[in-house]
């Protein structure tokens, strides 16, 4: 089972579109993504339950595979605690059987860690708009857009947003 966790994948998935007009089977599949918001961004796995529901969605958010260090900047720089309390190196150690956030990212890249694994961690991260801004919000990827799926150069856009 070991082997299974390591070949999937963890995906960034960053909402991009608000809701007006939308259709509500749309609003209920992004709620259930935990992107409620533009800018928000989430964590999943690349199965076939979650790619349906990214399929569904596209026309909203961009997605792509996240690195480790990407992984590692954004929990430092926008890990949440309820209560809007920073992620901090000393909560990862008391709470949890990690010694710190790198060591976390690590287990989380590879597949033996959730984010629920944290407690009171949130499943989102809210980032800014980026910097130099977006292309075109209304475009997928591979016409010179935002949208869609974007490989591993979503890393870099989780930088600009961060």
């Known amino acids: 089972m070991n082997a299974e966790q390591k070949q999937i994948q ?12 939308v259709p509500s089977k749309i ?7 935990r992107v409620e918001r533009p800018n928000y961004m989430t964590l999943i796995p690349k199965t076939p339950e979650y790619m349906g529901m990214i399929k569904k969605v596209k026309d909203f958010v961009t997605w792509g595979e996240v690195s480790k260090d990407t992984l590692e900047f954004v929990l430092r720089k926008r890990g949440e605690l309820t209560g809007r309390k920073k992620l901090t190196d000393e909560y990862i150690k008391e709470n949890t ?19 629920s694994d944290v407690p009171q961690l949130k499943r989102f991260f809210r980032l800014h708009p980026p910097r130099k801004g977006f292309k075109a ?12 799926y974007r490989g591993t150069t979503i890393n870099e856009l989780i930088v600009r947003m961060a």
């Open 27 to 33: 609003k209920d599949t992004l709620k259930m993504l």
């Open 137 to 148: 919000i209304k475009k997928g990827f591979a016409e010179g857009g935002d949208l869609g």
């Open 10 to 21: 963890l995906l960034a998935l960053i909402r991009l579109r608000g809701t007006v007009n």
């Open 97 to 115: 059987k990690y010694s710190n956030i790198s060591e976390f990212a690590s287990a989380l890249f590879d597949g033996s860690a959730t984010l």
